[in-house]
């Protein structure tokens, strides 16, 4: 738990005042609200596309080794970011480095967090995550003083050197066996223990050996089949040589052609298996996974594109400084408020993470419909309250979601679902960009982060009604 509150502290917290840092610089070399979508937009394309490698690391190499190495990318790429002069320079270091950093580091601590856990993950997850917010309530007033005191290049590089905390938090994760108690077997428990290898032994070889044409205790040549075949070989001989030759050819042309297309297509078949095989791809087959994984992909991304606009919305709907920061800190407090009875609900009932998810992106969709039909400070202060309460339950049962499904496949299920979130962030950052250019309306942008929401709440609500109903009726017919 602790592992989980630290490497979030240290990399999602500074990101939730990504617009109160970088918003005036971006403003200085171009559209801050632009910028902003396209440097966050590139950020989460890179660290969900990094997990198709993060998913073949982690069946290779130990979740402490991954994590470690996006720890020294996260930090360099924080680092790098102190001496950007350009948009692109900010895309190079904090969307593409920073980036690679995170998308090795999350599915490692989800993996580690997996391990660890078999029982009351909810209630761990809502603790640690409830932690990580409260540390993110002070941040935006923090932010605003250390940018008045050191200005911007200053604070840049003190958020870098608070990133640096990811190396010693990535090392913390040790794996689940080196905590293990060991426990003396007794006599009939190694008996049954040793059964079952030799059963497993004895099912490998026979499938080695059937897969080989051979199996283990018969003779590879039989003094019958000698026999026989030689006298096959000796009849064959006396069929008329004419017949052979015509048939033979005949033969040999057709499949000749016929072995052509043959190779050729069982190559890239083979090709096409074997890359399937090494990710896994057979996940997207199954279309409860599909609904899965791109309902979490639109609403996370809607969400963090939303908070890193946050900021510019408030202070281009004529907010001043003290009351930006007071409705930032207003929106994180709900948030924690919401993790903390969180927190105690899943400690004294069992609750379906998907059930969770699906009621925080129906009903933000609706508040944050609601937030931009007034600009009166009471009105935008209420909603965002709203909107932070309804944000924990976006973020906390996000690992869990897919947790809860595949527990067994949770690195591959987790890897895949961060390479279709890659494609989404991929797909809205360009969009954002394109409807603020052309409408120059920030509440367009608001609404079509809304439609992201609406896009996984619907196909989800229709497949648990589906399932109800298939349920219902094979219930009836038995």
Known sequence: MLKVFLFQTVTVVPMAAFGIVFGPFLASIGDETSGTTIVNGMFNTILCFTGLAANQLLQKTSYRKVGILGAILYFLGSFSTIFVTSLFQIIISFGILQGIGFGLMMPSV????????????????????AFMVASTIGFPA???????????????ALISAFSLHCIPAMASLQPAKWHMKKRKLSVIEMTNVQTLQNANDEEHKTKEGHKNGIIEGEPLL??????????????SLEMPRKSLVSMGSIAMSVTNINQLGEVEKSESAGIWKSLAKALDLALFKDPV????????????????????VLPLLLENAGFNGQELTLIMTVYFIADLVCRILLSILTAVTSVRNRYLFLI???????????????????????????LGFLRCLIQTPLPLVVAEAYSHRFVTAFSLYMVVCGFVAMTFGPLIAFVKAVTQSHEMVVHVLTVAYLLCAV???LELIYTKIIKKDRSQTT
């Open 110 to 129: 989800f993996t580690a967090f997996n391990h660890y856990f078999n029982k009351r993950k909810n209630v761990t997850m809502s603790v640690a995550q």
């Open 142 to 156: 923090l932010t605003r003083f250390l940018l008045n005191t050191y200005g911007f290049r200053g604070t840049v």
């Open 222 to 235: 039989d003094h019958n089949n000698i026999e026989e075949g030689h006298h096959q070989q000796k009849r």
């Open 289 to 308: 996974y599909v609904n899965i994984a791109f309902g979490l992909s639109l609403a996370v991304t809607s969400d963090l594109a939303f908070l890193s």
């Open 360 to 386: 925080g992106a129906l009903f933000s969709a609706i508040f944050r419909t609601a937030f931009v039909l007034n600009n009166s400070f009471w009105w935008v202060l209420t909603v965002s309250a709203a």
């Open 459 to 461: 196909p989800w609500m």
